[in-house]
Each structure stands twice: as C-alpha cells, then as structure tokens.
C-alpha cells in the first residue's frame, strides 16, 4: 500500500512521492485503507471536538502512538459519506484526483488522539479536531459530524511506521515541546506515553481559556499555557517567543526538542531552541501543522513543484 500521510510540510512532500511503496524489505506494507464511521463526538474545550471512530476495518490499525498521523478524506459539503472512486494502491491517487471539485473528498492530516479496544472488543480510534471556522473544509465537516457518517482514512497497519515523528535519541535527558492547537492532541499522546519523571519543558499555544486540556502524564513536566490575545502572523510568534525566551528550562546534557503547529511559528520557536537555548539542531524535530493563509491543497501543490521548505533536522535555521 502506498504510503501517503498527507499535510503541512514535511507531510506532503511525501505525498507528493506518491509512488513510494511503503513497505518494509520483508513487504510489510505500513499504511492501508481504513473507513471509519462517527460513533460520538464531545467537545473538550472551545477549541477542540473529539470524534470517536469505530468500524470494521479498525481491526487491522495499529497506532505507534506519540504523534501518529494519519490522513483523512472528508466528504465535500452536500455529502453524507466520503465515496472513492478506488481503494487500489496503483489507481487510487489518479483517481482521486481526476474526480470533479465538487464531488472529491478533501485529504486532511490528522493525530491519533488514542486508539483502544473496549471491553466490549469495539475497536475505537479518537481524533481531536480543532474547530477553526466553517470556510475551511476539514473543520467545517468535523462542526457538523454526526454518529453513522462514515469516512475513510489512510493510517498505520504497523506501529512503527515513518508518521510516528517523536523519535527521541537514546540518551535524552530533558525533553522540549512546543505546540499549538493544531498539535496539542499529539502533544497529549506523547505526554500520555513518556515514561515516569521524564523531564519536559513544555509550551502549548491555545486560542482561548478553556482549551486549556487536562494532559494527564507520569512525566516530570512543566507545562506553560500561552492563551492567544490576538494578532496573527509575526505578532503572534513575536509574542510567544518572549514567552518561551523568560522561561528556565532544565539543565540538561542532551535535550531533545518536538515543536509541532503553524508553518512560520514552529521555524522560530526552533531557531530560538538552537540558537539561544544550545539545543543541537539535529536533535530538534519541528513540523509544519497549517501554514496561515494557505489551505491544504495549496501545500500539497508547492510539495509537488518541490517548492515545500524542509523540515529536515539538518536544515539551515
Ligand atoms: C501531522 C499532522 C497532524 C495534524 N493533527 C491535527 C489534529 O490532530 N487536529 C487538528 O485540528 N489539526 C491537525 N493538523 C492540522 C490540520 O491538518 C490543518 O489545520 C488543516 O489545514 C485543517 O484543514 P481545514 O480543511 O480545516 O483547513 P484548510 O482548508 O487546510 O485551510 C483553510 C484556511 O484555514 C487556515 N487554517 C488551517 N488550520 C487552521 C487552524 N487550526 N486555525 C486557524 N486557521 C487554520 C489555513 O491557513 C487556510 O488559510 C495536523 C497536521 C499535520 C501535518
């Protein structure tokens, strides 16, 4: 199965190698098909709506946790159902892309929020959307979800698979985050899964008060909130570094930083990390959630002209 997580940056460029197989040398494929269908959703915060899946074909995903993406086809407005004209690994990108504007489902990148087997044996998979307006498609769908409509995916069938980014060398000692709503659901599930007294730093960029989530964790972790008070653009990243600039951070021989939201913020918060705080820049893995001003499309668009910025932990800062 072809291998095609979907996003920001670093995400679809990937996509935009459409053709790589994502299988390992012993041809186990990582990614597969899943549908999945609305069985609850429940606001946590003024932000954020969880959407809780179930189906079948849940049997077969395995999350590697952390921040294990995946990339959803949401139903454009009008329809019920997400309908592909293909599942096949060989024709269903080309045609997916041939149907007509209307009528083809938008690719979202998404987190595994948490994925579970009830008592019951229902396969369940949470997704944390963030609510951002009815002009964006993805947001516009998950406002109006509804228990039975039904989805589709492309997600893990093994749980080490490349959209797992939190990759923590062996060695750290103090670990670093930066997120913004958008990635605050994979901020969650990685505090979820750090072992007990793990040292973290953590920033976490909301739009209101009350997104304020309850993050429980065994780890040792210092969490500053940072409520949006207006302002976009570089007001906005000018203000969120003055406050990750006034913060101690712990003393820490090989600290590891995960810094995961908005396309220009996430460059200056790891500038920041390498250039003033020492962090070595290739133990800093930033990746580009949304890009302010442009939709999905339009990333996945520079990702196929090989125009999309790298996200590679070697790049010039
Ligand atoms: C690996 C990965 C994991 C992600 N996980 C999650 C997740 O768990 N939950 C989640 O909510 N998002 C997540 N995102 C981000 C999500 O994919 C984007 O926000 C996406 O653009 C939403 O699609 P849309 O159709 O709502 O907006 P688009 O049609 O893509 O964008 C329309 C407009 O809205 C703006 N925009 C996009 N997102 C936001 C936002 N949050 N706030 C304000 N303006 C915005 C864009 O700049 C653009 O101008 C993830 C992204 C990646 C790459």
Known sequence: MTATASAATT?????????????TAEDIPHFGFFELEVLRTRRLGHSFL?????????????????DQSLSLFLPPAGREH????????????AQWRAMPDEERPVMRSYTVREQRRTPEGVDEVDIDFVLHGDASPASYWAGRAVTGRRIMAIGPMVAENKSVRFQPPAGTDA????????????????????????????????????????????????ITWVVRAGGAGRERTDHLLEVVRAAAIPAAEAPYAWI??????????????????????????FTGYWRLGASEEELLAEAYAGRAPSEDPGAAL
């Open 50 to 66: 969880r959407i809780t899946f179930g189906g079948a074909s849940l049997a077969g995903f395995r999350s590697g946790g952390y």
């Open 260 to 285: 995961a939201g908005e396309a220009a913020t996430i460059r200056a918060v790891r500038r920041h990390f390498v250039q003033e705080r020492g962090v070595d820049r290739r133990a800093v893995r």
């Open 11 to 23: 995400e679809a460029a990937e996509t935009a190698e459409i053709a790589e197989i994502a299988e």
């Open 175 to 222: 670990i670093l985050m930066y997120a913004d709503e958008t990635a605050l659901p994979a901020a969650a599930a990685i505090l979820d899964r750090l072992a007990d007294g793990t040292r973290v730093k953590a920033w976490f960029e909301v739009p209101h008060e009350d997104d304020r989530l309850v993050l429980p964790t065994l780890a040792d972790a210092d």
């Open 82 to 93: 997400t309908v592909l004209p293909s599942t096949a690994e060989d024709t269903w990108f």
